[in-house]
C-alpha cells in the first residue's frame, strides 16, 4: 500500500536536509523543458553513494513510494515529471569521475556529471566522450534515455558508447551489469536492457564509457541550398557515397533566421547544412572537397570551410542554442518540440511531407534535423491563452509520427518516449511491448520506478 509521507520520514532520517520538501525545490524539480504541466514531487532526495541510493529505494519499496530519478531536467517527453507524486532522487551531487582507463579508452562516471564536465576532465589525456545531444546533459540522463545528438553518425548513440553499468534496482539490490571486456557471450545483455529504460526499470549509480582519441584534425563546413530537397538529397548523397562525416545537420529558414538572431551571425536566409569531419589531415581534406563536390552539384551555395577551433565552436554553439534561440523569438509561449527517424531514403519525402504540414496548417515551425541517421527535430509554439493552438500542434506531431511509421520509422530517434509517445508505443512495437511491460512487472512487481513512463502496468 502506497503511503508516501511515511517513506519520506524514512528518508529524510537516512539524509537528513539532503531530503527537502521544501516548495521552491519541488518546484524545480517538476518542471520541465517542453510543453507539459508542472508536476512537482513530494520530496527530492539529494544522494551521495550508490548505498544512499539502495537505501532511498528501498525504504521507498516498504511504502510502495514512486522514485523519480533527475539529472538536469533537459528531457522533452516529461520522463522526470513525478506523475503519481513521490521521491525525486536528484543526481546533482553524484557528478565524479570515478576512474579513467586511459589506455583503454573507457572511463567510469557517477551518473551526476555533464557530458562538457566529463570532457573538460579528460582534456589533458587526449581523449573524448563524442556523444553530443547539444543540452549540456548528465551522463545518467543520457544513458537512461538512449540519447544521441549531433556526433551519432560518425560515434553512434549511447548504447553504443556505454560498456558497463551500475543500478539499484526497485527492491535495493545492487548489481553490474556488463564488464570493461569489449565484447562478451556471457548471459543476457542487461546493459542494453537499462539503456533506454528511462528510470522505469532501476535506478543508474555508475556508468563505464567508451571514450575516442582526439581527431588529429578536425574541419568544419556550412553550405546553404535553394531548398531543403536539395540540402537533404545532399545528405543522402554523402551517407550513400561512405563519407565518414561526424556531424550533418540540417538548418531549415525559421531556425536560420533564429540563429542569426540570437548567435550574431549573418547566414543567408535559407536552407544551410553545418557540417564537420574528422580523421588526419589529408582524410579531412579529401572528405570535405568531396563533400563540396555533392553540395555544387545539388545546387548548394558557398562552401566556407574552417580548421580554426573558434570558428568551429561558433558555429557548434550557435547549432546547439537554436531551441533557445527559437523560443526567444516566440516569449511566453509553449514550445513543443517533437522527433521522429526514418530510413535515410524516405528522409526527403518525409520532411517534405511535414513542410507541407506545417504550411497548410499555417504554423511557423522550425525544423532541425541530425539528418545524417534520418533523425530531424520540428519545434512549434502555442499562446499559453489559446489552447487550441496547442492541439493543432500535436495534431501535427501525430501526423509526424504516424508518417514515420508508415516510412518503417521510429516515433522517436533521440527524445524517447516519456509520457508523450507512449500512445504509439503499440503501434510501433506490437505485441513486444507487451513483453516490455511483463520486464517491467518482474523487475518493479510495484511500479514505483518512475511509474506512468514508457509502458502500462495496470
Partial sequence: ??????????????????????QSVRDLHGANEAHYAAMPPDAVAFVHTTQEVSDVVKACARHGCPIIPWGVG???????????GGITLAFTQMDKVVEVYQEDLQVTVQPGITREALNEELRATGLFFPIDPGANATLGGMTATRASGTTAVRYGTMKDNVIALEVVLADGRIIRTGSRAKKSSAGYDLTRLMIGSEGTLGVITEITLALQGQPEAI??????????DAAVNAVITAVQMG??????????????????????????????????????????????????????????????????????????????????????????QLGLSTDICVPISQLARAISDTQADLAGEGVAGSIIGHVGDGNYHVLMFSHPDKPDQLVRNQALAHRMAKRALAMGGTVTGEHGVGMGKMKYMAEEHGDAWNVMADIKR??????????????QVN
Fill in 442 to 455: 518482474t523487475l518493479d512487481p510495484q511500479n514505483i520506478m518512475n511509474p506512468g513512463k514508457m509502458v
Fill in 243 to 332: 563519407i565518414p562525416m561526424a556531424r550533418m545537420e540540417l538548418i531549415d529558414e525559421a531556425s536560420l533566421r533564429a540563429i542569426n538572431a540570437h548567435s550574431g551571425l549573418e547566414y543567408p536566409i535559407k536552407p544551410h547544412l553545418f557540417m564537420e569531419f574528422h580523421g588526419s589531415d589529408g582524410a579531412v581534406a579529401e572528405q570535405s572537397e568531396t563533400m563540396k563536390g555533392i553540395t555544387v552539384d545539388l545546387g548548394g551555395g558557398a562552401f566556407e570551410w574552417t580548421t580554426n577551433t573558434e570558428d568551429r565552436n561558433r558555429l557548434w554553439a550557435a547549432r546547439h542554442n537554436a531551441y533557445y534561440a527559437s523560443k526567444a523569438l516566440h516569449p511566453n
Fill in 219 to 228: 574541419a568544419a563546413a556550412v553550405c546553404d541550398f535553394p531548398d531543403v
Fill in 74 to 84: 533537459t528531457s522533452l517527453e516529461g520522463h522526470a515529471l513525478a506523475v503519481k
Fill in 1 to 22: 500500500m502506497t503511503n508516501i509521507a511515511k517513506a519520506i520520514a524514512e528518508v529524510k532520517d537516512l539524509l537528513g536536509d539532503r531530503c527537502s520538501t521544501a
